[in-house]
Nanobody, 123 residues
Framework: QVQLVESGGGLVQAGGSLRLSCARS????????MGWFRQAPGKEREFVAA????????SYADSVKGRFTISRDNAKNMVYLQMNILKPEDTAVYYC????????????????WGQGTQVTVSS
């Protein structure tokens, strides 16, 4: 089993920054693709970003490209999402996710999910 715990959410003004963290425990971390997803009120959960087990491959939703950066520290079993130039439309619950397959994460079907952390961006 894999356990994922997100942290770092909060309230921020538009144009500001936040850094989300996801702590992973359980099976060997370094072999898993990690991803971030978000779900805004009344909307379906959507893909935000993914990073391969080595960190050498990343993918982003068009809506966050150039503003968000995903990274990971395999030694610490952590994955991060640096969010800059935040907009009110970024308001959502953000979820960390993991799967052994990169395309599976990007397609929105990772096996493991965290509980989520709320990000609210005020205008």
């Amino acid at each position: 089993q894999v356990q994922l715990v997100e942290s770092g959410g909060g309230l921020v003004q538009a144009g500001g920054s936040l850094r989300l963290s996801c702590a992973r425990s359980g099976r060997t971390f370094s072999t898993y693709t990690m991803g971030w997803f978000r779900q805004a009120p009344g909307k379906e959960r959507e893909f935000v970003a993914a990073i391969s087990w080595s960190g050498g491959r990343t993918s982003y939703a068009d809506s966050v490209k150039g503003r968000f950066t995903i990274s990971r520290d395999n030694a610490k079993n952590m994955v991060y999402l640096q969010m800059n130039i935040l907009k009110p439309e970024d308001t959502a619950v953000y979820y960390c996710a993991a799967d052994s397959g990169y395309t599976t994460v990007v397609a929105g079907r990772p096996e493991y999910w965290g509980q989520g952390t709320q990000v609210t961006v005020s205008s």
